[in-house]
């Protein structure tokens, strides 16, 4: 047998051991399809720690229920046998746990623990909202906190309604007056008028505040409270705000800057201007909320030890061990699909690139600054960089130095561009972090010595379809499930190879040639 013989078996026993490895992992996965797909996991636990006083004595928290944007599930509650627990659903559907004890002079504990799965949400605002209905009144009323009829609020209120074309420029100007007010953990409660008077809040502050504005415009809204979950202990809750916009309540966090969208690790526990834990006054009382993230596959309703019985071979425990940064791993699988897609266009479809793997890793920085930035950043520091080489060019001097020195007044321009930003809270000046510096440093030096070697044009040319390549490339990483497919079935390396092998054979006319030669397949005919 000859080589090219030889070479097709080998491709066929790679690609079926490949399939049938594959195979025996489909049906179990199928079976635990989950269409939630959270992209948070977080198992969370509630520690109270008391002394029970010279009378019964109760301890009411909030607990979370399950809704469009997040699941509670593996309830478990633990706490000493003199302690009675009940669950009280009151009116607006928040769930309040109660604990109460007649034991005198006691010192009691409680951990209540449950697994929350979180999805973000982001909502399109309007330029008109619809008046609401009846039913929506109570959340145009002032309160006792949230003074919407206040001289004050009013005053304010009409100054930001002022020289606005529609709904949503009120709102925004109402969000960006509330955002900008310094914020601070005051212990203590400040109520709409206050927040206003010290130009200083916590979440709750900025919130009432935001409230009080909204109704006083004729937009009802009222308080969301629950916690930021992070892989950590911490004592402190959050507060935000909906605004009822043509019957959905649209979320709005005036304190991390989230203006009509909810990150996926925010669990939500209560509604209304209300206290997350309450208990009876004067007794010793210390609490925690423990907080650990779970390594999960998005679409699976499987659990990790679930996962890593899987049949066959994957790489779920580099995950679950904390073998590998996720980060790191993700990209390491994701590099091979990207090389063999730009593979594809450069010897299938006929385009130009710098290099193989570099506009997937452009790809990549563009997931960490996001498309439209991204693309803007990377194209105008281009641009930079063949403008600065320009005068070097001149004084005659050599590739190498001109390189260090192009490459160095770049890396200077990101950082104090990055600065700016932090400084005047400019976000996507602050987006580049160390690896798409790296990445954006890379390209630049191939741009820079492709000026040298083909000339400006030429230059410019390879750059555009660069950016058509890093664009695909870009569309296909940022689907969010392709990593956890990649992990469960590491087989896909085995096609890669064998669809690799076989592209590399194809001696086949381009396809951008079709175009290029089309007026003479014309006259041919």
């Given amino acids: 047998m000859n080589s090219k013989t030889n070479l097709k078996i080998a491709l ?15 049906k179990p996965i199928l079976n635990n399809y989950d269409n939630f797909n959270p992209e948070k996991v977080y198992k969370v636990s509630y520690r109270f720690f008391f002394k029970s006083g010279d009378k019964n004595t109760s301890l009411k928290t909030y607990i979370p229920s399950s809704n469009s944007r997040q699941r509670i599930s593996n309830e478990n509650i633990k706490n000493d046998s003199t302690l009675s627990f009940v669950k009280k659903e009151e009116i607006g559907e928040n769930i309040r746990a109660i604990w109460n004890t007649s034991e005198r002079n006691t010192y009691h504990s409680v951990d209540y623990e ?21 039913k929506y009144r109570k959340y145009l009323k002032p309160t006792e906190n949230i003074q919407s009829d206040n001289e004050i609020i009013n005053e304010l209120a009409t100054q930001l309604g002022q020289n606005t074309k529609n709904d949503r420029e009120v709102i925004k100007n109402v969000f960006e007056y509330v955002y900008a007010i310094p914020s601070a953990p005051i212990i203590t409660l400040t109520d709409a008028v206050t927040t206003i008077e010290q130009n200083r809040a916590s979440c709750n502050g900025k919130s009432r505040l935001f409230v009080a504005l909204s109704r006083n415009l004729g937009y009802p809204a009222r308080i969301k409270g629950g916690i930021i979950v992070e892989n950590t202990d911490k004592r402190t809750s959050h507060a935000w705000v909906e605004v009822l916009i043509n019957e959905t309540w649209v979320p709005f966090d005036a304190l991390n800057n989230h203006f009509g969208f909810l990150p996926a690790n925010y669990l939500e526990l209560y509604r209304g201007d209300k206290s997350l834990i309450t208990h009876t006054a004067g007794i010793q009382f210390d609490y925690t909320y423990k907080m650990e993230q779970v390594h999960h596959i998005s679409f699976l309703k499987m659990n990790s030890e679930e996962i890593g019985n899987l049949p066959g071979f994957s790489l779920w425990h580099l995950i679950d061990k904390n073998v590998i940064p996720t980060g790191a791993l993700h990209l390491l699988l994701l590099l091979p699909i990207g090389g063999f897609l730009v593979a594809f266009l450069r010897n299938i479809v006929g385009l130009k690139t710098f290099g193989v ?19 803007a950043i990377f194209v105008g520091l281009i641009m930079f960089i063949g403008l600065i080489s320009y005068p070097f060019d001149k004084l005659g001097l050599l590739y190498t130095p001109k390189v260090v020195i192009s490459l160095t007044t770049m890396v200077s321009v990101i950082l104090l561009a990055t600065h700016f930003g932090v400084k005047n809270n ?36 390879k750059l555009f379809q660069t950016l058509i ?13 392709l990593p956890s497919v990649l992990v469960l079935f590491p087989e896909v390396a085995l096609l890669i190879i064998a669809l690799s092998t076989s592209l590399g054979r194809y001696i086949g006319i381009r396809w951008v040639e079709l175009f290029r030669f089309k007026p003479l397949l014309k006259a041919e005919k």
């Fill in 357 to 375: 793997f570099l506009p997937v890793l452009i790809a990549f920085s563009l997931l960490h600054t996001g498309f439209i930035s991204g693309i």
């Fill in 12 to 26: 066929t026993i790679i690609s079926i051991i490949a399939i049938i490895a594959i195979g025996f992992k489909i």
């Fill in 469 to 481: 390549a890093t664009s695909i490339s870009y569309l296909i990483l940022s689907w969010s499930w």
């Fill in 426 to 461: 400019i976000e996507w000046l602050t987006k580049l972090t160390f690896f798409p510096i790296i990445i954006l440093t890379i390209s630049a030096e191939r741009f820079s010595r492709s000026t040298l070697e083909d000339g400006y044009i030429k230059a410019i040319d």
């Fill in 114 to 134: 449950f697994v929350f799965e979180g999805k973000d949400r982001s909502f399109r605002i309007p330029k008109v909202f619809n008046v609401a209905s009846g």
